[in-house]
């Protein structure tokens, strides 16, 4: 089992920038991607970035504002948010994959324009 705790979500305008963390415990040194995921009040939850051994994954909608890292223990993931946009409000959940995949209960982000 591997519990995930989000930190680091808030209120920041236009413009501004957040940085989430995500803090994994438990059975952590099975797990072989970290990332996040996000959702708005009916839509589906949705990837905005994802790190595994070997490479990195963004959304196009982040790419280049956005930047997601790990330590080697694979025991804390963050995820650096610049530029944000009215459109990146949502709730933003801490993914782990092992043998099954975990999730955290979520930070809410809201940009204010």
């Known amino acids: 089992q591997v519990q995930l705790v989000e930190s680091g979500g808030g209120l920041v305008q236009a413009g501004g920038s957040l940085r989430l963390s995500c803090s994994a415990s438990g059975s952590s040194s099975n797990i072989n991607a970290m990332g996040w995921y996000r959702q708005v009040p009916g839509k589906q939850r949705e990837l905005v970035a994802l790190?595994?051994?070997?490479?990195?994954i963004y959304a196009d909608s982040v790419k280049g504002r956005f930047t997601v890292s790990s330590d080697n223990a694979k025991t804390m993931v963050y995820l650096q948010m610049g530029s944000l946009k009215p459109e990146d409000t949502a709730v933003y959940y801490c993914?782990?994959?092992?043998?099954?995949?975990?999730w955290g209960k979520g930070t809410l982000v809201t940009v204010s324009s």
């Open positions: 790190i595994t051994t070997s490479t990195i």
């Open positions: 993914n782990a994959r092992a043998a099954v995949t975990y």
